[in-house]
């Protein structure tokens, strides 16, 4: 098993900044990469971005390419997401999730069925 923690969400002003963090603990030698999903009220699960545990590998969903920036640090099992240039419709729950098959350069990495584990979640607000 393994459990994630994210943290770091908040509400901010369009055009602010934050930094999510997800921790992982339990059986972290099976992480292959680590994603960030988001859900607003009434849609669906969407991809932001993935990254290999390596870190050689990283994909980022066009709405978030050049404003947000996904890394990792292995010593401290934690992959981060740096968002900048915020924008009102950012606005979501974001949660961090881990695979252990699927390469983040890989298009399966998009889709939510890839994780075997997901964090609890952490609500992004952006204000106009």
């Known amino acids: 098993q393994v459990q994630l923690v994210e943290s770091g969400g908040g509400l901010v002003q369009a055009g602010g900044s934050l930094r999510l963090s997800c921790a992982a603990s339990?059986?972290?030698?099976?992480?292959?990469?680590m994603g960030w999903f988001r859900q607003a009220p009434g849609l669906e699960r969407e991809f932001v971005a993935a990254?290999?545990?390596?870190?050689?590998?990283?994909s980022y969903a066009d709405s978030v390419k050049g404003r947000f920036t996904i890394s990792e640090d292995n010593a401290k099992n934690t992959v981060y997401l740096q968002l900048n240039s915020l924008k009102p419709e950012d606005t979501a729950v974001y949660y961090c999730a881990l695979t252990p098959r699927v390469d983040a350069s890989s298009p399966r990495a998009y889709s939510p069925r890839a994780y075997d584990y997901w964090g609890q979640g952490t609500q992004v607000t952006v204000s106009s």
């Open positions: 339990g059986r972290t030698f099976s992480i292959y990469a």
């Open positions: 990254i290999s545990w390596s870190g050689l590998s990283t």
